[in-house]
C-alpha cells in the first residue's frame, strides 16, 4: 500500500530550503559563540547575527533595529499581543481581534482577558474575510489598546483586507499588530501596521525561529522580564544558526515568490474545481480570488476527519485538517466556526517549491475514491 | 416545539449529522425535528448541512437536555 509520499502541509511547515540546509551547517562551524561578548568569536558571530538581521528587515521592508529573532512564532505571536497591550494600557484594556487569528493570539488574548483585560473579537463572512464595518467599530470604541489581524486566514487561505483595517485603526489611533505568518516569503505584505509577526518553517526555515517587527514610534512594551538581547523584545540567546539559516532562505524565498505564486496558484485553482466537481457533496471553502496562492481547504459531508487524514496518510498524502476529531481539544476548528462551514470531514492542502503538478494530479486522481470508500464503509452514500 | 426529538448525545461528529440526515427525508414536509447533539461540531455543521440540503434551521437551543438544534423539513 505504500504510495511515493506526498507532501502537502506547507502551512503547518514548508521542506527545508536547500539554502536553509546550506547556510545553518555553514553557521555551526562559524556561529556558535555569544554575539554579545568582547572576542573574536563573539564578533563573528556578532557579524552573523547583524548580516541576517539585515537581510530579513530588508525583505520586510523595516528598519534593522525594528526587527528581533524570538524562539519561534507562536513566541513572536504573544510577544506582539502583550506587548502591545502592556505599551497601552493607560489608554485601556482592550484588544479588538478578528474571529480568525491563530490560536497563538489568541491565547495571548485569553491570557489578557484572565489578567483582568477585554477581549473584542470581530466576525468574518462566510468566505472568512473580516467584517471591516464591524471592525471599525469595535477600535473606535473607547479603550482599545491594540487591534490584531491576520494577514490571511491560515486555515482556509482568505487574504484580509489589511490595509483598509489598517485605516481604520490609523482614524482610531489604534496600532494594528498583523500575524503574516502565511504570508512573508510568499506574498507582498500589507502595510499600515505597527507590528508584524511571522515564523521561519513556514517559508522553509528551520522551526524555532520567529520574527517580530515593531515599528518606530509604537508604544510597545516587553511583556517579559527583563533582558537585553534582541533590542530588549525577547529574552534569551538567539540559536544563531537558525536564525542565519531562516534570514538567507527567506532571501531565497522571497527572491522566487513571484514566480512561484505565478505556478502554485493555479495549481490551487486546479484543486479547487475538481473537488468542487468530481468528490460529491463537498464544500470548498475559503475566497476563490481573494486567497493565499498555496493553499486550498475543502470539507466532505459525513465523512470523519481523522479517518480522512488517515486514508490519505496510507495513499502517501500529507495534509492537515480543522476537523474536530483531528484536534486535542475534540472543538472544531474556531475558523471553519467562524465562518459557519461544514467542519467534520475538512482537509487543508498547502502547497511549497517542491510541490509538482503531478503530485497536484495524483491527489487529484485518488481524492474522489479515497471519500467514496470512507462514505461506503460509513454507510452514508445516498444520504 | 419539535414534533420529535432525535437523541444523538455522546456521538461525535460526524454521526449526529448523519443520523439528521436519515431522519429528515422519513418525516412529513414542515416537521421539526430536535437533534440533542453535544459533541461542539455539531453547533457548527447541523446549521452547514441545512444550508448545503435547503432544509429550514430553526434554532440552537440549550434546554435541560444539553445543546439541542432544531431542523424543519423544507421539502
Known amino acids: 500500500m505504500n504510495a511515493s509520499p506526498v507532501y502537502l502541509d506547507a502551512a503547518t511547515a514548508a521542506p527545508t530550503h536547500p539554502v536553509a540546509r546550506q547556510a545553518l551547517l555553514a553557521a555551526l562551524d562559524d556561529g556558535w559563540a555569544d554575539p554579545g561578548k568582547l572576542y573574536g568569536q563573539a564578533r563573528r558571530a556578532r557579524q552573523l547575527l547583524d548580516a541576517a538581521r539585515e537581510a530579513t528587515a530588508q525583505t520586510l521592508g523595516v528598519r534593522a533595529d525594528e526587527l528581533s529573532f524570538t524562539s519561534s512564532g507562536t513566541t513572536a505571536a504573544h510577544g506582539a499581543v ?6 497601552r494600557r493607560r489608554v485601556g484594556p482592550t484588544l479588538v481581534h478578528s474571529a480568525i487569528e491563530h490560536s497563538a493570539v489568541l491565547h495571548a488574548a485569553e491570557r489578557h482577558v484572565a489578567a483582568g483585560g477585554v477581549a473584542d473579537p470581530v466576525p468574518v463572512d462566510r468566505l472568512g474575510r473580516l467584517d471591516l464595518s464591524a471592525w471599525s467599530d469595535a477600535v473606535r470604541a473607547p479603550g482599545v489598546a491594540l487591534a490584531a489581524l491576520i494577514s490571511a486566514s491560515h486555515e482556509v487561505g482568505t487574504v484580509q483586507p489589511v490595509a483598509e483595517a489598517a485605516a481604520a485603526c490609523a482614524g482610531a489611533g489604534v496600532p494594528l499588530y498583523v500575524d503574516a505568518a502565511q504570508s512573508v516569503g510568499r506574498v507582498p505584505l500589507p502595510a499600515g501596521w505597527s507590528v508584524l509577526t511571522a515564523s521561519a518553517h513556514k517559508w522553509g526555515g528551520p522551526s524555532g525561529v520567529g520574527l517580530l517587527a515593531v515599528r518606530k514610534g509604537t508604544r510597545w512594551e ?3 522580564p527583563a533582558d537585553d538581547r534582541e533590542g530588549g523584545r525577547t529574552p534569551g540567546s538567539v540559536n544563531l544558526p537558525a536564525v542565519v539559516a531562516a534570514a538567507a532562505s527567506l532571501r531565497a524565498a522571497a527572491a522566487d515568490a513571484a514566480a512561484e ?6 495549481l490551487v485553482d486546479r484543486i479547487r474545481a475538481r473537488v468542487a466537481a468530481e468528490v460529491p457533496d463537498v464544500e470548498v471553502v475559503g475566497d476563490p480570488v481573494l ?3 498555496h493553499l486550498v481547504t475543502f470539507s466532505c459531508l459525513y465523512v470523519d476527519g481523522e479517518a480522512l487524514l488517515h486514508a490519505l496518510d496510507r495513499r502517501g498524502f500529507a495534509v492537515s485538517s480543522g476537523s474536530s476529531c483531528t484536534s486535542s481539544t475534540l472543538r472544531p476548528s474556531h475558523v471553519l466556526e467562524a465562518m459557519g462551514v461544514l467542519s467534520h470531514g475538512n482537509v487543508r492542502v498547502s502547497l511549497h517549491r517542491e510541490t509538482t503538478e503531478a503530485d497536484v494530479e495524483r491527489f487529484l486522481a485518488e481524492l474522489p475514491g479515497i471519500v467514496a470508500g470512507l462514505r461506503a464503509e460509513a454507510g452514508v452514500v445516498g444520504l | ?8 448525545r455522546g456521538q461525535r461528529c460526524p454521526l449526529p449529522v448523519i443520523a439528521a440526515a436519515r431522519r429528515m427525508p422519513e418525516v412529513p414536509v414542515g416537521t421539526v425535528v430536535r437533534v440533542l447533539a453535544d459533541d461542539p461540531a455539531a453547533a457548527v455543521d447541523i446549521p452547514a448541512w441545512c444550508r448545503m440540503r435547503g432544509q429550514e434551521f430553526v434554532a440552537a437551543i440549550t434546554g435541560p437536555d444539553g445543546p439541542a438544534y432544531d431542523i424543519r423539513r423544507a421539502h
Open chain 1, 82 to 87: 502583550l506587548g502591545g497591550l502592556a505599551g
Open chain 1, 222 to 224: 516587553s511583556p517579559w
Open chain 1, 261 to 266: 505564486e505565478t505556478r502554485l496558484a493555479p
Open chain 1, 291 to 293: 486567497r493565499l496562492p
Open chain 2, 1 to 8: 416545539m419539535p414534533d420529535e426529538v432525535l437523541d444523538c
